[in-house]
């Protein structure tokens, strides 16, 4: 069982920068990939990052070079680094957590880009 809290999200202008938290509490260790998903007004959810027990990570093409994914392991916690915001980037966000086929998700974070 693992629990997700996001926090971090907020409004920011155009070419921002924002850092998404996500907290993890459960079964850390057993944990294969965890990723950060996205939900634009009207639009499916989708992937934006993530990244696997082994460090191996992989982004939408969408923001490659703009965002990074990270965790801590000593303190249970996931990253995503987001720079050089665009107004496309607003949704809301979504800590996800993998272990073998039951996925773990949080309660989401606003993120909006505008001026």
């Known amino acids: 069982q693992v629990q997700l809290v996001e926090s971090g999200g907020g409004l920011v202008q155009p070419g921002g920068s924002l850092r998404l938290s996500c907290a993890v509490s459960?079964?850390?260790?057993?944990?294969?990939?965890m990723g950060w998903y996205r939900q634009a007004p009207g639009k499916q959810r989708e992937l934006a990052a993530f990244?696997?027990?082994?460090?191996?990570?992989d982004y939408a093409d969408s923001v490659k070079g703009r965002f990074t994914i990270s965790v801590n392991n000593a303190k249970n916690m996931v990253y995503l680094q987001m720079n050089s915001l665009k107004p496309e980037d607003t949704a809301v966000y979504y800590c996800?957590?993998?272990?073998?086929?039951?996925?773990?998700w949080g309660q989401g974070t606003q993120v909006t880009v505008s001026s």
């Open positions: 996800h957590a993998a272990i073998a086929t039951t996925q773990y």
């Open positions: 459960g079964s850390w260790f057993s944990i294969y990939t």
């Open positions: 990244i696997t027990r082994g460090g191996n990570t």
